[in-house]
């Protein structure tokens, strides 16, 4: 059974960085991409970040580019996304997803998901 565990979600003053970890784990993961999405109370779920498992290619939602930055360690079978700069409006629950869709555009849209992670709570104080 494939599973995706992220961790490293916390309270961070405005301003402040956190780091997310998404770690895969199962005999059977297969994936092309790994997506970072989140989601506030009342709100639908939102494209935040991906990122190709062999070419490294990123892809960023614009509310968080040059603040966020996805990355991966194919070894560890483990993605990050690096939060700077962060915002009151970034507090949400962030889910990390895997894709099998190979075309980048697929990527920012939940429904090109098939393994999501639990979530971690991400908040950000004023």
């Known amino acids: 059974q494939v599973q995706l565990v992220e961790s490293g979600g916390g309270l961070v003053q405005a301003g402040g960085s956190l780091r997310l970890s998404c770690a895969a784990s199962?005999?059977?993961?297969?994936?092309?991409?790994m997506g970072w999405f989140r989601q506030a109370p009342e709100k639908d779920r939102e494209f935040v970040a991906a990122i190709n498992w062999y070419y490294g290619n990123t892809y960023y939602a614009d509310f968080v580019k040059g603040r966020f930055t996805i990355s991966r360690d194919n070894a560890k079978n483990t993605v990050y996304l690096q939060m700077n700069s962060l915002k009151p409006e970034d507090t949400s629950v962030y889910y990390c997803a895997s894709s099998l869709k190979r075309i980048p555009p697929l990527w920012r849209s939940v429904i090109h998901y098939d393994t999501w992670g639990q979530g971690t709570q991400v908040t950000v104080s004023s």
């Open positions: 199962g005999r059977t993961f297969s994936s092309y991409a």
